[in-house]
């Protein structure tokens, strides 16, 4: 082989890469079931919830018809429960062009579960308006916990939800959320920003949250190459389990900054309790 071909052949090698980093990964969708095993929460066994995390509507490959099959995908799933953990906005991504909060709500809207469709907001929509995106979700049918908790009737008995702000913009005020929850109560608590967890409260039996993408590059051997968060890749995706409280982090649908992804595909995410 020749140093010219050698050379050709690697050439050829990145724009493979390339093309598979900013073009056939970030533009996938699939939904992945994940069993969390919750322990001394018997009630929440056999719960099934949809988490759409970090949906960034505007961002290079997340248009209307991608909206409508993120959607389609987590119906079909038949999720007792969806939960949307914040960033339906984009800013400062290359390639993106903003997308109304109003349109993105709109195909939204057909997201149905039997105990709910319930948002929090991210740090994008914070910087953006948070008042005018809760309003845009409300309006569509979808319930906006903010540092708030309700309680959700339901066959296995009352089901505590709390929603906490985002950390990552200081909005996180947990002892507001959960003010008023017993303490048996076993909730399921959900923000954007994973950070929170490390403190908090025992009464959330289970924590979900986004805003990492997963690192959206995860290189063999390596991983990710950055994690935006206080914690480094202690909170970077997936099950974890510290002091006996369970935190889920979900890699989210959109891009953020940089339009690729590279071993962390769009993910709706399906969590079985246990």
């Not at 987590?74 to 914040?86: E, F, R, S, V």
Request: hydrophobic content about 50%; some cysteine; proline content about 7%.
């Amino acid at each position: 082989m020749t140093i010219r071909s050698f050379a050709g052949l690697i050439l050829a090698g990145i724009a493979a890469l390339a093309l598979y980093a900013f073009w056939l990964e970030p533009s996938s969708l699939r939904l992945t079931t994940y069993k969390v095993p919750l322990y001394g929460s018997p009630a929440l066994a056999g719960l099934k919830i949809a988490v759409i995390g970090d949906l960034h509507g505007g961002a290079p490959y997340i248009d209307t018809a991608k909206i409508d099959a993120v959607t389609a995908m987590t119906n079909a799933a038949k999720p007792d429960l969806i939960l949307l953990t914040g960033d339906y906005v984009v800013s400062e991504t290359l390639g993106a062009r903003h997308m109304a909060i109003d349109v993105i709500a709109a195909h939204l809207k057909s997201l149905s579960a039997p105990l709910g469709v319930y948002a929090v907001l991210g740090n994008h929509d914070n910087w953006e308006n948070a008042a005018r995106i809760s309003a845009a979700l409300r309006h569509a049918g979808i319930t906006v916990l903010e540092n708030a908790h309700l309680v959700i009737p339901s066959a296995r008995g009352p089901l505590y939800l709390a929603g906490l702000g985002d950390t990552y913009t200081s909005g996180a005020q947990p002892a507001v959320a959960l003010s008023g929850i017993p303490e048996a109560a076993n909730a399921i608590c959900f923000t954007h920003t994973p950070d929170v967890f490390a403190n908090l409260s025992p009464l959330c039996a289970l924590t979900v949250a986004a805003h990492t993408h997963g690192g959206q590059v995860v290189l063999p051997f390596w991983g990710p190459l950055y994690i935006p968060s206080g914690f480094g890749r202690r909170y970077a995706a997936g099950i974890i389990r510290e002091h006996g409280r369970t935190l889920f982090v979900n890699t989210g649908i959109g891009t953020s900054i940089l339009p690729v992804r590279f071993g962390v595909p769009p993910e709706i995410s399906l969590l079985v309790l246990q």
